[in-house]
């Protein structure tokens, strides 16, 4: 039985570019995930963020079109989902991007949410946060 993984922005970052502090960590990571044939998921808003804040555009669309395109799941949120993370986000003042994570990771089944952010809102879902 294979587990549904969500990796959050910042790890998929980590992943494609490998100036940053946590690509090895992060390339490491994946191919395990991989190895033990779990289902690699990513929210499909995560496309457009990681084209921004990525420096190499090119190397970025090349990751998605040949990687995520392929291997991934794309999951999308929906209105009911952006609606009550924005619920969540204003009672709780919250991070909106964290909780839409978590809620379409949730709600689409995912087992898992791998972060490397130590402030992740965590949303009944298992957490696993990669801070070093």
């Not at 980590?14 to 190895?35: G, T, Y």
């Not at 496309?47 to 990687?67: G, H």
């Amino acid at each position: 039985m294979t587990n549904s993984v969500f990796l959050d922005t910042n790890i998929v970052a980590d992943i494609i570019d490998s100036s940053r502090k946590k690509h090895s960590s992060s390339v490491k990571m994946l191919e395990q995930l991989i190895e033990k044939q779990n289902e690699i998921c990513i929210s499909e808003d995560m496309i457009t963020t990681l084209y921004y804040i990525l420096d190499d555009k090119e190397n970025a669309l090349s990751f998605i079109r040949e990687l995520v395109l392929v291997d991934w799941t794309v999951l999308t949120f929906g209105t009911d989902t952006i609606k009550e993370a924005t619920d969540i986000a204003l009672r709780e003042k919250k991070d909106l991007e964290d909780i839409l994570q978590c809620l379409c990771a949730q709600k689409s089944g995912c087992t898992t949410v791998i972060t490397n952010d130590k402030k992740f809102y965590d949303y009944g879902i298992d957490t696993v946060k990669t801070i070093s």
